[in-house]
């Protein structure tokens, strides 16, 4: 069954030694056992909510406006996205009758479009800088530094 990704809120603070991400609820709300996605740049954690804590008392549900800590598995990082994971129903189609087939006359044979020729790219020759002067060589500058 496909997910479909809802925006929750924000992470605006880790405290890594608990393992406690806080986040600020923007949108729709969380509740324990949803499941839910943490991503940013550098960030792609999926868990299930097991805990939720506003200013250290335990609640079971959080809405907008409010700001929650979350226990984490991994950590996760400031201003990275806090999404709801939702299972999608898959749409019923209701059964369709196959086309009848008539009987094909002579070979079939598919219309193609002729593509146009291809243009060669530039051939890119490399640049070739000029050998330093002597005078420039021998500066103390250039001479190595190893002595």
Do not use: C, W
Request: no cysteine; proline share 8%; net charge positive.
């Amino acid at each position: 069954m496909p997910l479909e990704r809802k925006k929750v809120g924000e992470v605006f603070h880790f405290y890594t030694k608990l393992g406690v991400a806080a986040i600020r609820i923007t949108e729709d709300g969380i509740a324990i056992g949803d499941t839910v996605q943490i991503q940013g740049p550098s960030t792609n954690l999926e868990q299930a909510v097991e805990t939720l804590q506003i200013e250290h008392t335990v609640v079971s549900r959080a809405g907008p406006g409010q700001e929650v800590g979350m226990k984490v598995r991994e950590r996760v990082r400031e201003k990275d996205f806090v999404y709801k994971l939702i299972a999608m129903e898959a749409p019923v189609r209701p059964p369709t009758k196959a086309p009848a087939k008539t009987p094909a006359k002579g070979p079939a044979k598919k219309a193609r479009a002729k593509k146009a020729p291809r243009k060669k790219a530039p051939v890119r020759r490399k640049s070739s800088r000029a050998p330093r002067s002597k005078a420039r060589r021998a500066s103390r500058r250039s001479r190595s530094r190893s002595r």
